[in-house]
């Protein structure tokens, strides 16, 4: 059974300021839950994390969330998160990219702020649960336990971005848009007929904190900027960058070469190196991927026991990919893909499935590929 039917609770919503959130927090007020609203103030210059329908946490979402909650009839708080979200979130983004890693910022806030900062906060001050407008369920079993799963409508499931919630943080969460077959069309249409003002307003794009989309230039602000090479898988020099941190693994386009590959096939990023300022490149058929080990697993529940057969998810936006996967010393995730996978890149998450059960996630560290050495 699904969270929205047991007992009322003292539910705190986290209201950014869109209409999934919005329409979240008013789901649970009229499922009879004691519903206060929260916006989190995660920038500490509130202009500068949205530009037009990309990213958020500007004064005017606070104002959205305020009068969407005005709407609904809950109380309204502005939390400022600013520096927990600088420190967790946005510096582990520019060090990982530094270190030649690819992250994932939203796992990270999940993990940190909505279901660390947030939740914490919310149960020292009474609260049951903590509300977001994600698109997953949360599953109450007979014996109490509580299990994660894909939302209904696979369209826009964002259950890989919650891979990183442990037991205690799935007892204290609810996704009341997680269990309901609509379109994001229907979604906005709710909105309208209850009122909210936010129906109509563009969703946030890319990285919340990068509101201009510029990856490469945001990092290039904080890290500078340091002249490399662009070799093959040889070694000869085939261009130069300005930033080893500005590309991929999988990256086919902004690459630069000066001169064509001799069989003349378009030529994709296979590594990134820190050490030396280094990227290779090479042929998409050495991109396959054939194995990987992970790091710092976090389960949805128990740990699971000795080798399993699940399904893996190694992308917000990706499909799902057979693979086997045994965790190793407690600590160590090794993952074997049934057919080999490209585009996968050390510092990604990868998220198992059992069917539509979250298993956990743990981070890359290391990839296998079936062309080239170890990643």
């Known amino acids: 059974m699904t969270e929205t039917s047991q007992r009322p609770l003292r539910v705190l919503a986290a209201m950014s300021g869109g209409v999934d959130s919005a329409v979240a927090a008013a789901r649970a007020a009229e499922a009879g839950h004691d519903v206060t609203g929260v916006h989190l103030a995660l920038s ?4 500068s994390f949205r530009t037009g329908a990309r990213g958020c946490c500007t004064i005017e979402d606070s104002r959205d969330a305020r009068r969407a909650a005005d709407v609904i009839g809950i109380p309204f708080y502005v939390w400022d998160l600013a520096e927990r979200f600088r420190e ?20 990270r806030c999940n993990e940190k702020i ?26 109450l079993k007979d014996d109490g336990s509580r299990e994660l799963h894909r939302a209904s409508d ?30 994001k069309d229907e979604i906005r249409a ?15 794009h890319d990285i ?23 070799v093959d898988e040889s070694g000869k020099k085939l261009g130069s960058h300005e930033g080893a941190f500005g590309f991929t693994i999988g990256q086919r386009k902004g690459l630069r070469i000066g001169h064509p590959a001799p069989d003349g096939k378009p030529r994709y990023v296979l590594d990134i190196s820190p050490v030396n300022n280094t990227v290779t490149v090479g042929p998409v058929e050495a ?30 936006h990706g499909g799902e990919t057979e693979v086997t996967a045994e965790l190793v010393d407690g600590s160590e995730l090794r993952v074997t893909f049934t057919e080999p996978v490209r585009g996968v890149a050390p510092g990604q998450a990868v998220v198992l499935y059992d069917g539509t059960r979250v298993v956990g996630s743990a981070t890359i560290a290391t990839t296998t590929r079936r062309a080239t050495a170890v990643a």
């Not at 500490?44 to 202009?47: R, S």
């Not at 709710?190 to 946030?204: F, I, N, T, W």
């Not at 919340?208 to 662009?230: K, P, S, V």
């Open 44 to 47: 500490a210059n509130p202009q």
């Open 154 to 183: 696979m369209a826009k499931d964002q259950s890989y971005v919650l891979g990183v919630l442990d037991e205690r943080q799935l007892a204290h969460a609810m996704f009341p848009l997680g269990d309901t077959l609509t379109t």
């Open 114 to 139: 909505k279901f660390a900062a947030l939740l914490d906060k919310a149960l020292a001050l009474g609260f049951d649960a903590v509300c977001t407008g994600h698109y997953a369920t949360v599953v």
């Open 88 to 107: 967790d979130v946005v510096e582990d983004f520019i060090a990982e990219y530094e270190a030649g890693r690819t992250p994932n910022p939203c796992l």
């Open 208 to 230: 919340c904190f990068i509101a201009d989309g510029d990856t490469q230039g945001f990092l290039a602000d904080r890290l500078g900027t340091a002249e490399g090479d662009i």
């Open 287 to 316: 991109l396959d991927v054939t194995a990987l080990t992970a790091i710092k697993p976090r389960w949805c529940g128990a740990a699971p026991e000795g080798p399993g057969t699940y399904t893996a998810q190694l992308r917000a």
């Open 190 to 204: 709710e909105a309208e007929r209850r009122g909210l003002a936010v129906a109509k307003k563009p969703d946030s």
